[in-house]
């Protein structure tokens, strides 16, 4: 096994039906820009009931049909969240969590100490988090995994992963592993993966290549780390009414 092995991301997600939500954070290979991506799938009606939709800088996740709704709390979310020269991106509303402890000062790691992973036994879904901090032209990043430490949900497990970027390199953190019941959740480090500079060939091979019945939502931004200008690409498998 090479442990420095990079894919691009399509080949990680290619063929397999249900990586749930997926965040990956990296820099080109031209080193000008920060990359970050978030991806959401469903298999029931109320998670596919789900739309992404900017709001300034941030990001929300509104119901694509509010008359469908069974239960809000883990579907209504910011998925980003800006704060000076960080940007938040999670899976949940720990994204609110993470930016209210930064506005005091606090960190990354304080923020998700309060948290854990989802009530939705018997699934217990992970929550998944990252941050990037853009600094003197250049930028590092964290990545987080709140996962159950046994079946019954009785612990949680912390892991922060913290990275400094590498041109053309980005890590790729998702909730599960594949479908199953319950479904298994991810395991081990965030996965290796390219990051070209055309943020449309980036946002391409995700979109074709998450699973054409269950992707829902994918979001991506490109941050110029001279200018702080972003370059977004948003799409939505559903229209919201």
Known sequence: MNIYEVKSMGTRIHGNEYVGRGIVIGKTQDESKAAIAYFIMGRSENSRNRVFEEEGKDLIIYPADESKVEDPSLIIYYPIKVTGNSTIVTNGDQTST???FMQEGKSFEEALKTRAFEPDAPNLTPRISGIVNVEDGDFTYKMSILKSGDAE???C???TFD???IAGLGHFIHTYVCDGNPIP???GEPERVTIP???DEFYEDIWNNLDANNKISLYVRYIDLKTGETENRLINKNVRV
Do not use: A, H
């Open 157 to 159: 497990n912390r892991y």
């Open 98 to 100: 993470i930016y209210d």
């Open 153 to 155: 949900g009785s612990v």
């Open 197 to 199: 500079d055309d943020i």
């Open 163 to 165: 990275y400094e970027p």
């Open 185 to 187: 959740t991810f395991q």
